[in-house]
């Protein structure tokens, strides 16, 4: 497993998802760790009740997986209280009903509530790019929707692009 916990590797990740990451949208988080970049996907899909996304949230260490949703509501909450904040994005109340963190391994064939979704964000190392791992993630993003994640072996993320048609295309 290849942790991308750098606040680096998050702004990255959310500027190759940003197309993807709008009010309404649906994201997955697998290996969401702290939960840190869980929080800001689901600053980014929040929008109101009426048009809000959803973020799932799957880490394969039950106790990471417990422990992040308190720092989850705390970092949401005080994104909420800040009024810059809370206008720019269009929060209320709703948003911690619209997330949630599963304690699952996400490389495994488990089909998520929210699915299909529009953004998927790999924090840990798939075995490889056309592998069972990736398959089974790719089942789960929408035509149209975009995997970013990490390849063992290679030095750069991989993106995953699905055409509207179904077909997925991949570049570093």
Same mark, same amino acid.
């Given at each position: 497993?290849?942790?991308?916990?750098? /606040?680096?590797?998050?702004?990255f990740q959310l500027g190759l998802l940003?197309?993807?990451?709008? /009010?309404?949208?649906?994201?997955?988080?697998?290996?969401?760790?702290?939960?840190?970049?869980?929080?800001?996907?689901?600053?980014?899909? !929040?929008? #109101?009740?009426?048009?809000?996304?959803?973020?799932?949230?799957?880490?394969?260490?039950? #106790?990471?997986?417990?422990?992040? +949703?308190?720092?989850?509501?705390?970092?949401?909450?005080?994104?909420a209280a800040d009024s810059c904040a809370?206008?720019?994005?269009?929060?209320?109340?709703?948003?911690?009903?619209?997330?949630?963190?599963?304690?699952?391994?996400? !490389?495994?064939?488990? $089909? $998520?509530?929210?699915?299909?979704?529009?953004?998927?964000?790999?924090?840990? #190392?798939?075995?490889?790019?056309?592998?069972?791992?990736?398959?089974?993630?790719?089942?789960?993003?929408? =035509?149209?929707? =975009?995997? +970013?994640?990490?390849?063992?072996?290679?030095?750069?993320? =991989? +993106? $995953?692009?699905? !055409?509207?048609?179904?077909?997925? #295309?991949? $570049?570093q």
């Open positions: 497993y290849y942790p991308l916990d750098n /606040p680096c590797d998050h702004a940003a197309e993807h990451l709008r /009010p309404g949208a649906t994201v997955l988080d697998c290996g969401s760790g702290s939960g840190y970049l869980s929080a800001a996907l689901a600053l980014l899909v !929040a929008g #109101s009740a009426e048009t809000g996304g959803a973020v799932v949230g799957v880490e394969r260490r039950s #106790s990471w997986a417990t422990s992040c +949703v308190p720092k989850i509501a705390m970092a949401l909450k005080a994104a809370s206008s720019a994005l269009d929060l209320d109340g709703s948003i911690m009903h619209r997330i949630m963190v599963l304690p699952v391994d996400g !490389a495994e064939p488990v $089909f $998520f509530p929210h699915a299909p979704f529009s953004a998927i964000r790999v924090g840990f #190392s798939l075995s490889s790019s056309d592998g069972e791992e990736a398959a089974n993630l790719l089942q789960q993003l929408r =035509r149209g929707g =975009r995997m +970013v994640a990490h390849i063992a072996g290679h030095s750069r993320l =991989r +993106v $995953f692009d699905k !055409a509207e048609d179904g077909s997925v #295309s991949s $570049f």
